[in-house]
């Protein structure tokens, strides 16, 4: 019998995700949620990999301006496709 898992496979310890950069930048995702207009649900959904995040060009840019980090170590830590 098969049994179906919903198990997520965490990213490598030195893959580049998120929550990585949240962490470094010192902040809670109640703190990102805010800076973005979003709830600390969907940061937490975001990081954990049950929604891919959708952020538009202002949010990118508020992203990179409160994580500290370039727009390719975003697209790097967002992209599901690189985990």
Known sequence: ???????????????????KLRERAGLTQ???ADALGVTNVTISS????LKEPRPNFAQVKIM????????DELVEATNPKSR
Do not use: D, Y
């Not at 019998?1 to 929550?19: D, G, V």
């Not at 990179?64 to 370039?70: A, E, F, K, R």
């Open 1 to 19: 019998m098969a049994i179906k898992s919903e198990f997520k496979l965490k990213p490598e310890n030195n893959q580049l995700t998120l929550a």
């Open 30 to 32: 109640r703190q990102l």
């Open 64 to 71: 990179i301006q409160v994580l500290g980090c370039t727009l």
């Open 46 to 49: 975001w990081e954990r990999g």
